[in-house]
Structure formats: C-alpha cells, structure tokens
C-alpha cells in the first residue's frame, strides 16, 4: 500500500489549472463545463488527502450555487472520509468524485489526465 500526503510538485499546476478553469465557467454560468473541470482535477488529486478534499469541498459549493441538493448531500460523506480514503491509499481509481456517480466505483482515467499522472508520479 503506497501512502501518498503531498502532491508531488509537477502535478500541482494541471490540477491548479483545473480548478481555475472550473471556477472560471462557473462565474460565466457554464455550469456543464464548470462541473467538467471539477470532475478532472477530482481524479488528478485522489492519491492526495488536501487536494482530494479540497476537490468535495469545491463541489459542495457548486451544488449550492446551482442548488442541487443530492450534490450537496452526496459531498458530505465524501468531505467526511475522502481524504483518509487517499491517506490510507484505498481510493476508486479514476472515480469523478460526484454524487452522479457510486463513491467507490472505479473508473476509466481520460487518455491525457492519465498522461499527465503518469508523466508527473515521479517529479
């Protein structure tokens, strides 16, 4: 079992990037887009406790801003146990992090995300 507590440098900007690019289609009203951004930087940060966390928590908010209660509802337990899930290295692979979707299913990695892990595990 491999323990992951800091995103390694090189992956900070890709998942930073993501963030930004939600945040931005948010303030714009492209909730579809904004969603979309949140659901990458989601499996960018899995592997890793504050990042993963901080990925639920942004999409709390999201379903308070578009007032989507199962959203919100299905963040809390995410909130709750998703980051010791990425301590202890137990994590659903891939998974988009929403409540569309079971918390523990893993799930298929897009083509340039699973790049951009594979390319920065390492730096």
């Known amino acids: 079992m491999k323990v992951y507590t800091k995103m390694p ?3 900070q900007p890709f998942y930073q990037e993501e963030l930004t690019k939600a945040a931005v289609a948010l303030k714009k009203g492209h909730y579809m887009i904004s969603w979309r951004h949140l659901e990458r ?3 960018l940060a899995q592997p890793y406790p504050c990042q993963h966390t901080t990925v639920h928590w942004r999409m709390f908010l999201f379903g308070i801003k578009v007032k989507n209660w199962k959203e919100v509802m299905g963040q809390i337990p995410r909130l709750l146990v998703g980051g010791i899930k990425s301590f202890v290295g137990n994590i659903p692979v891939g ?3 929403g409540a569309n979707v079971p918390p523990l299913l893993p799930m298929e990695i897009a083509k340039d995300l699973a790049e951009i892990i594979n390319n920065t595990k390492t730096k």
């Open 9 to 11: 440098k090189a992956l």
């Open 95 to 97: 998974n988009t992090g």
């Open 41 to 43: 930087a989601h499996i």
